[in-house]
């Protein structure tokens, strides 16, 4: 599940554990835009996220980190060719 809205960071989190609570395998919410950035949120109950964040940073110039079950950052990048990269991962 990926969703991009416009939250604060601790609303931001919240959504990932709402996600994960309604079942989702692995949650990601960006809030931000294309112009100033995007900060996000990764987080699973069942996956390590942490190589989900770094080649997330590596492909969009990010920087962020965080445990296996979820990790937050900031990347700069179009929202289209973000939600393109992580449906391919």
Do not use: W
């Amino acid at each position: 599940v990926c969703l991009f809205e416009e939250t604060d960071p601790v609303m931001t989190r919240e959504l990932v554990n709402l996600l994960l609570k309604k079942g989702a395998k692995m949650a990601a919410v960006f809030s931000g835009n294309e112009r100033e950035g995007y900060r996000y949120v990764l987080g699973s109950r069942s996956l390590d996220v942490r190589k989900n964040g770094k080649l997330l940073n590596e492909a969009f110039h990010g920087r962020g980190g965080g445990k296996p079950e979820m990790v937050q950052g900031t990347v700069q990048g179009k929202r289209e060719e973000i939600e393109a990269f992580l449906n391919c991962r």
